[in-house]
């Protein structure tokens, strides 16, 4: 099934990081793939992209992201340590990795013209530039240089953005999935990098990203089960890292609503 092929070589390209020459090469997630979940086909139909659904609820689809609240002179003010080499590391791999998100989004909304790629286009618009207050910070060279859509620095990332875009294009739920599997990944590289520093300025801004990808996953989650009527499968999560972070996602935006600010309960644990 290429489905099933692609999410395994997604997990590979995800493990084998470590080994690439790029810059953070010693940073990226690894995943078991003993404990990955199989995706069953879907039926590739028309009324699939005519029955587009609309994102219920905007901050859902928006994300909570670093917003306003990270502004250059707040993020100066937290910076209360000096950077390890690996904590420098993965600022860029994020850096990257959000500008991936955001290329395969926007790629996504011109080829299936749903709302929800669009707008969180945006989301990761804002995540990006949220890392870049941090390159500009610590004044190191930025990876994304003027790299258009869909041309990435990191040859590992460019790999994923290839297979994520091979895969999104085949219909309108496979996209919907890559969605889901791209903020399922980003959760997981920010819980990993968020335990390997202590920095105050890099914190605040990791955990805002984590918030907006745990919206932007409930988001993907919500709109593959009224496109597709089947019960979305957690592609790189376990069952129980799953459940747990779309409740959270639900009370966060509830709070939202009322004008309250949920915070995250510490940093992530990422698995090793």
Not at 50 to 60: L, R
Not at 79 to 106: P, Q
């Amino acid at each position: 099934m290429k489905k099933n092929i692609m999410l395994f070589a997604v997990m590979v390209l995800v493990m084998s990081a470590c080994a690439a020459p790029a810059v953070a090469d010693q940073n990226q997630t690894e995943v078991d793939l003993s404990q990955a979940e199989g995706v069953d086909d879907l039926a590739e139909s028309t009324e699939l992209v005519s029955g587009e659904s609309e994102v219920s609820d905007p901050a859902a689809a928006e994300g909570y992201g670093p917003g306003e609240e990270t502004h250059q002179a707040t993020i100066a003010a937290l910076s209360n340590t000096e950077l390890s080499t690996s904590e420098l590391e993965g600022i860029a791999f994020m850096r990257e990795e959000e500008k991936l998100a955001r290329d395969v989004y926007i790629q996504l909304a011109d080829l299936w013209n749903m709302n929800i790629f669009a707008n969180i286009s945006r989301s990761e618009d804002t995540h990006m530039e949220a890392v870049k207050t941090l390159i500009d910070l610590f004044e190191f060279e930025d990876p994304v240089q003027d790299n258009g859509v869909g041309v990435f620095t990191n040859p590992v990332l460019q790999d994923l953005h290839d297979e994520l875009m091979a895969s999104g294009s085949m219909s309108l739920a496979d996209a919907l999935l890559v969605g889901g599997a791209i903020e399922e990944i980003d959760i997981l590289d920010l819980q990993k990098y968020l335990d390997q520093t202590s920095n105050s300025a890099v914190i605040e801004v990791y955990e805002n990203l984590l918030r907006g990808s745990i919206n932007h996953l409930n988001s993907f989650v919500r709109n593959y089960e009224r496109q597709t009527g089947e019960t979305y499968q957690p592609q790189f999560l376990s069952q129980e890292e799953f459940q747990e972070f779309l409740s959270l996602s639900s009370a966060s935006n509830s709070a939202e609503r009322r004008g309250m600010k949920v915070s995250l309960n510490g940093k992530g644990q990422a698995r090793q």
